[in-house]
């Protein structure tokens, strides 16, 4: 009898089987993440926002939201009204529940949903002034906003979205390697983790409020500034080890 084809099935099954007799955990361990956001980091001004009733509903009713939209001024352009012409990211940070598998999971899962063809996926290393360095996801999508009335209006636009996670003393950027240390701690160490999700996103091409189309790189360059920023001011580094 040939038992090839059950080899996979069952290292699967053997992988994933410690997630139904995982102990409820004592101790709760803290996310390193400071969830109050600035209202300024360098040249980026933060626009707080409530989460969608979208994600309210979705996950856990413990998930915690910080979210905000981050504009910097674009330099020498200026709006009829003579205001400066800003470029925009989104910010997002998820912190999870008790509940690891309702509160926050692998983003390209929920971003279609959210309109965005993803196109590309790759791990970057990012260093910070403080001589730390992360790895985090990039991510390269069509974002398309939906005309409910006339789907002739649909919007799309190219889009590059950055994310990783945060836990009590570690950084993460792949959702299974996440988990699976949420496991290994759960069983081992006797604690339950709360993990933050970090997603920045920023448009590039040409936009109808700017005058110069941004490039790719441009739109990298910006997001890479934001999100050094932001990992320097929000993650308490005495506590990441990993």
Partial sequence: ???????????????????YVIPQAGEIAQSAVN?????????????HIPPSEAEINTLAKDTEFAKAICLCPRQGEYSAEGESIPDRADLSVVLSGHDMNNSIHRPERCMPAQGHNILATENVT????????????????????TNAKDRKEDLHYD?????????????EHDHLQRTL?????????????????VSISMWFGKMPWIEKPVTEQEADAKLRNLLSGFAEEQIDWGRVTK
């Fill in 159 to 171: 889009c590059v979205t950055y994310y990783f996670f945060v836990g009590h003393d570690r950084i």
């Fill in 35 to 47: 969830m109050t956001l600035p209202a300024v980091s360098g040249a980026w001004h933060f626009k």
């Fill in 181 to 197: 240390s949420d496991i290994s701690d759960r069983l081992l160490r006797g604690i339950d983790q709360r993990w933050a999700y």
């Fill in 1 to 19: 009898m040939n038992f090839k084809p059950l080899i996979l099935p069952l290292l699967l099954a053997a992988t994933l089987s410690p997630i």
């Fill in 126 to 145: 990012l260093t910070l002034a403080n001589g730390r360095a992360i790895t985090v996801r990039r991510l390269r999508s069509i974002q398309t906003l």
